[in-house]
C-alpha cells in the first residue's frame, strides 16, 4: 500500500510541477514558431542568449570553482558559517533590484561608466553590460552549490594524499576534482538555467542587446500572449536541455 | 630530513627500531601523532621525511588499488610489499569500495609504504586485520626496520597490547591525562605506570608485598608446579567456573592474603587433582593496588 500511495504521490506531485510547462508545449503551434523563426530579430535574441550565455557560465565556472573550494577548505567552521548567511543575500536581492543598482553603478557618467569608456567598453545597454547582469545572477546559485559540494567531501581523502607527497595541484586535479565534479556539474546546470532566464536585471542595463527573456516581454507587449507563449517554448528549449544532460551526466558518472 | 627544527621533532626516537604508542581509545594516540607530524598546524604542514597511515583511512574512492598504489609509489615497491599485505593481483585491480575492512585497511597500508620515506607513523594500523595476517606484517616491518633499513624508523600506535609488546623496542604510554616514555618495552612492562596500564598489560591481581607495596600477577607468570628461582608461593584452592557457555575461567582462592584471581583459561588443563597452591614467578612490584574488577567483586 505505502509504494503505490508513494508512486500515486510522486505523479501528482510531478503533473503539477509540470503543469505550466506541458500547457506551454500544447499551446504551442508549428505555424507560430515557424513565422517567428522568420523574424530576424528573435533569431538575433536567440544568438545573444547563447553568446552572452556561453560567456557568463565559463566566467562563472571558471572563478566560482576555486572559489568553493578556497571557502571549504581553507576557513573554519565558523567563519564558513558566517559567509553562508552573508551570500545568502546576494541569492535572495530581487533580480529587479540587482538591475537598477548595475545601473546605477554602470551608468556612462559614473566614475566605473566612464572608465569603462576610455576601454573602449560600452559599460551599459551593451554584451557587456548583458554578461555582468547574467554573472551577478547566477554565481551565488554556482558558488553555494559546488561549495556545499567540496564542504560534502571529508577533507581526509585529501590530506592523506597530501601526506604522502602529492602537491595541492596534483590532489585536486587527482582526488578532489573527480570526486566534486559531480556536484559542480549539478551547480553549473542550476546557473545556465538562472543566465538563460536572465530578465530582471537585463531588462533594465541590457534591454539591447536584446537577450530571449527580454525579447519575450516585448513579443507580449507587441504582439500579445500568443507570440510570448511561443518564444517561450524556444527559451525552455534552450534553458533546460543543458540542466537535464548534466544531471543525467552526473547519474552516469555515478554509476562508474 | 634537511630542516633542523622538524629534525628535532623525531629526536627521541632512534632510528632502525619500531616505537609502540600505546593506550586505551580516546587516549589522545591520534592527536598526539597528528601533532608530532605537524598535521594540526593551520596551515597543515606535510614533512616530506613524513609517511602517515590514519586510524580511519580514506582511500580514493575512484581509483583502484593499483592506480593509487603507483600513484604514489614505484612498481618495485608495489611487488616487494603487495604480497606481504597478502593483497593479490585480483584485489589490487579492486576499487575501494569492493573491499572488506580488512582487505581496505592492507591497501592503506601498501599505500603508505611504498612511498618508502624513512619515518612511518602508523596509526592503528591493524585493528581490522585478523591475528594470523597481523602478526606476519608485524614480524615483517620489524625486518625491515631493523635489517633492511636501519636507517629509517617505525611509529605504531595501537590500543592493543598484544600488537606492541613483542615488536615494539620503545613504548609510548597515553592514556587521558598522562603521557610518558619512549622507554624500552621491557622497562614499561615491568613497571605500569598506573593500574590502568597494568590491566592493559594484562596483570589481573596484586598481592600485597610484606615489605610495603604489591606484587602484580600475570597468568602468564603462573605455574603450577614447583619452579626454582626467584618468586612467591601462593596457598589456596582452584575453582573451575563457567562464565557462558563456551567460556570458562579459572578461580583461584589463596587464603593468605584473603584474595581471588581470575583468568581465562581451560580449567581441563589441570586434569582431576587441583593443586592446592601456584607459584608466581618473578612478580613486578608496584606501589599501588590493583584493584579488583567488577566481576571480582561479586560474590
Redesign the interface.
Given at each position: 500500500m505505502s509504494r503505490q500511495f508513494a508512486r500515486g504521490f510522486a505523479l501528482a506531485l510531478i503533473l503539477l510541477l509540470l503543469l505550466p510547462t506541458l500547457i506551454l508545449v500544447a499551446e504551442t503551434r508549428f505555424g507560430t514558431l515557424s513565422v517567428l523563426w522568420h523574424q530576424a530579430s528573435n533569431r538575433g535574441a536567440l544568438v545573444t542568449t547563447l553568446v552572452s550565455g556561453a560567456v557568463s557560465l565559463g566566467l562563472i565556472v571558471a572563478l566560482g570553482t576555486p572559489a568553493a573550494w578556497i571557502l571549504a577548505r581553507?576557513l573554519s567552521d565558523s567563519s564558513q558559517g558566517w559567509i553562508g548567511a552573508l551570500l545568502a543575500i546576494p541569492l535572495l536581492l530581487p533580480p529587479l533590484v540587482l538591475g537598477l543598482v548595475l545601473a546605477f553603478l554602470l551608468g556612462p557618467t559614473t566614475p566605473v561608466g566612464s572608465f569603462l569608456g576610455h576601454l573602449g567598453i560600452t559599460p551599459t545597454q551593451s554584451l557587456f553590460s548583458l554578461i555582468v547582469a547574467e554573472v551577478y545572477e547566477g554565481f551565488p546559485y554556482f558558488l553555494l552549490t559546488a561549495w556545499a559540494a567540496f564542504r560534502s567531501m571529508?577533507i581526509?581523502?585529501e590530506?592523506?594524499?597530501?601526506?604522502?607527497?602529492?602537491s595541492l595541484i596534483d590532489v585536486f586535479r587527482?582526488?578532489t576534482w573527480?570526486?566534486a565534479r559531480s556536484g559542480v556539474i549539478v551547480a553549473a546546470a542550476m546557473a545556465w538555467a538562472r543566465i538563460t532566464g536572465a530578465f530582471g536585471a537585463p531588462i533594465v542595463v541590457a534591454y539591447h542587446p536584446t537577450g530571449l527573456p527580454v525579447a519575450i516581454w516585448i513579443a507580449l507587449e507587441s504582439y500579445g500572449l500568443p507570440s510570448a507563449l511561443a518564444l517561450s517554448t524556444i527559451l525552455l528549449v534552450v534553458g533546460l536541455p543543458v540542466p537535464i544532460w548534466l544531471n543525467w551526466r552526473r547519474r552516469h558518472d555515478r554509476s562508474? | 630530513m634537511t630542516d633542523p627544527i622538524r629534525l628535532s621533532r623525531w629526536s627521541e626516537f632512534s632510528p632502525g627500531m619500531i616505537h609502540g604508542v600505546f593506550g586505551p581509545s580516546g587516549a589522545g594516540k591520534t592527536t598526539w601523532l597528528r601533532h608530532i607530524i605537524g598535521l594540526d598546524q593551520v596551515p597543515a604542514q606535510y614533512p616530506k621525511e613524513v609517511a602517515f597511515l590514519s586510524q580511519n583511512p580514506h582511500l580514493i574512492p575512484h581509483d583502484t588499488i593499483r592506480q593509487q598504489v603507483l600513484w604514489f609509489g614505484d612498481p618495485e615497491s608495489l611487488l616487494r610489499w603487495a604480497p606481504i599485505l597478502d593483497l593479490s593481483e585480483t584485489l589490487l585491480d579492486r576499487y575501494p569500495g569492493e573491499l572488506s575492512g580488512g582487505q581496505y585497511q592492507r591497501a592503506a597500508l601498501l599505500r603508505v609504504l611504498v612511498t618508502e620515506r624513512p619515518i612511518l607513523v602508523l596509526d592503528e594500523p591493524l585493528s581490522q586485520i585478523e591475528d594470523s595476517r597481523r602478526f606476519t606484517i608485524l614480524e615483517t616491518l620489524r625486518t625491515y626496520i631493523t635489517t633492511v633499513h636501519p636507517d629509517r624508523l617505525i611509529i605504531l600506535s595501537s590500543h592493543h597490547w598484544d600488537d606492541l609488546w613483542l615488536v615494539s623496542d620503545t613504548l609510548s604510554l597515553r592514556e587521558p591525562g598522562f603521557r610518558s616514555g619512549p622507554h624500552p618495552t621491557a622497562t614499561v612492562y615491568r613497571n605500569p605506570p598506573t593500574p590502568g596500564f597494568a590491566r592493559l598489560f594484562g596483570y589481573v591481581a596484586s598481592i600485597p608485598c610484606p615489605q610495603g607495596g604489591y606484587w602484580l600477577v600475570h597468568p602468564m607468570s603462573l605455574t603450577l608446579e614447583s619452579h626454582h628461582g626467584p618468586g612467591i608461593t601462593l596457598q589456596g584452592t582452584f575453582q573451575a567456573a563457567r562464565v557462558g557457555a563456551s567460556v570458562r575461567q579459572w578461580v583461584f582462592h589463596c587464603e593468605e592474603p584473603h584474595i581471588r584471581l581470575r583468568w581465562p583459561g581451560l580449567p581441563a588443563l589441570i586434569g582431576t587433582s587441583l593443586p592446592n597452591h601456584i607459584r608466581l614467578v618473578d612478580p613486578p612490584w608496584v606501589p599501588y593496588r590493583l584493584p579488583p574488577t567488577q566481576e571480582e567483586e561479586t560474590p
Amino acid at each position: 500500500m505505502s509504494r503505490q500511495f508513494a508512486r500515486g504521490f510522486a505523479l501528482a506531485l510531478i503533473l503539477l510541477l509540470l503543469l505550466p510547462t506541458l500547457i506551454l508545449v500544447a499551446e504551442t503551434r508549428f505555424g507560430t514558431l515557424s513565422v517567428l523563426w522568420h523574424q530576424a530579430s528573435n533569431r538575433g535574441a536567440l544568438v545573444t542568449t547563447l553568446v552572452s550565455g556561453a560567456v557568463s557560465l565559463g566566467l562563472i565556472v571558471a572563478l566560482g570553482t576555486p572559489a568553493a573550494w578556497i571557502l571549504a577548505r581553507l576557513l573554519s567552521d565558523s567563519s564558513q558559517g558566517w559567509i553562508g548567511a552573508l551570500l545568502a543575500i546576494p541569492l535572495l536581492l530581487p533580480p529587479l533590484v540587482l538591475g537598477l543598482v548595475l545601473a546605477f553603478l554602470l551608468g556612462p557618467t559614473t566614475p566605473v561608466g566612464s572608465f569603462l569608456g576610455h576601454l573602449g567598453i560600452t559599460p551599459t545597454q551593451s554584451l557587456f553590460s548583458l554578461i555582468v547582469a547574467e554573472v551577478y545572477e547566477g554565481f551565488p546559485y554556482f558558488l553555494l552549490t559546488a561549495w556545499a559540494a567540496f564542504r560534502s567531501m571529508p577533507i581526509a581523502y585529501e590530506e592523506e594524499a597530501r601526506v604522502l607527497g602529492k602537491s595541492l595541484i596534483d590532489v585536486f586535479r587527482h582526488v578532489t576534482w573527480p570526486m566534486a565534479r559531480s556536484g559542480v556539474i549539478v551547480a553549473a546546470a542550476m546557473a545556465w538555467a538562472r543566465i538563460t532566464g536572465a530578465f530582471g536585471a537585463p531588462i533594465v542595463v541590457a534591454y539591447h542587446p536584446t537577450g530571449l527573456p527580454v525579447a519575450i516581454w516585448i513579443a507580449l507587449e507587441s504582439y500579445g500572449l500568443p507570440s510570448a507563449l511561443a518564444l517561450s517554448t524556444i527559451l525552455l528549449v534552450v534553458g533546460l536541455p543543458v540542466p537535464i544532460w548534466l544531471n543525467w551526466r552526473r547519474r552516469h558518472d555515478r554509476s562508474h | 630530513m634537511t630542516d633542523p627544527i622538524r629534525l628535532s621533532r623525531w629526536s627521541e626516537f632512534s632510528p632502525g627500531m619500531i616505537h609502540g604508542v600505546f593506550g586505551p581509545s580516546g587516549a589522545g594516540k591520534t592527536t598526539w601523532l597528528r601533532h608530532i607530524i605537524g598535521l594540526d598546524q593551520v596551515p597543515a604542514q606535510y614533512p616530506k621525511e613524513v609517511a602517515f597511515l590514519s586510524q580511519n583511512p580514506h582511500l580514493i574512492p575512484h581509483d583502484t588499488i593499483r592506480q593509487q598504489v603507483l600513484w604514489f609509489g614505484d612498481p618495485e615497491s608495489l611487488l616487494r610489499w603487495a604480497p606481504i599485505l597478502d593483497l593479490s593481483e585480483t584485489l589490487l585491480d579492486r576499487y575501494p569500495g569492493e573491499l572488506s575492512g580488512g582487505q581496505y585497511q592492507r591497501a592503506a597500508l601498501l599505500r603508505v609504504l611504498v612511498t618508502e620515506r624513512p619515518i612511518l607513523v602508523l596509526d592503528e594500523p591493524l585493528s581490522q586485520i585478523e591475528d594470523s595476517r597481523r602478526f606476519t606484517i608485524l614480524e615483517t616491518l620489524r625486518t625491515y626496520i631493523t635489517t633492511v633499513h636501519p636507517d629509517r624508523l617505525i611509529i605504531l600506535s595501537s590500543h592493543h597490547w598484544d600488537d606492541l609488546w613483542l615488536v615494539s623496542d620503545t613504548l609510548s604510554l597515553r592514556e587521558p591525562g598522562f603521557r610518558s616514555g619512549p622507554h624500552p618495552t621491557a622497562t614499561v612492562y615491568r613497571n605500569p605506570p598506573t593500574p590502568g596500564f597494568a590491566r592493559l598489560f594484562g596483570y589481573v591481581a596484586s598481592i600485597p608485598c610484606p615489605q610495603g607495596g604489591y606484587w602484580l600477577v600475570h597468568p602468564m607468570s603462573l605455574t603450577l608446579e614447583s619452579h626454582h628461582g626467584p618468586g612467591i608461593t601462593l596457598q589456596g584452592t582452584f575453582q573451575a567456573a563457567r562464565v557462558g557457555a563456551s567460556v570458562r575461567q579459572w578461580v583461584f582462592h589463596c587464603e593468605e592474603p584473603h584474595i581471588r584471581l581470575r583468568w581465562p583459561g581451560l580449567p581441563a588443563l589441570i586434569g582431576t587433582s587441583l593443586p592446592n597452591h601456584i607459584r608466581l614467578v618473578d612478580p613486578p612490584w608496584v606501589p599501588y593496588r590493583l584493584p579488583p574488577t567488577q566481576e571480582e567483586e561479586t560474590p
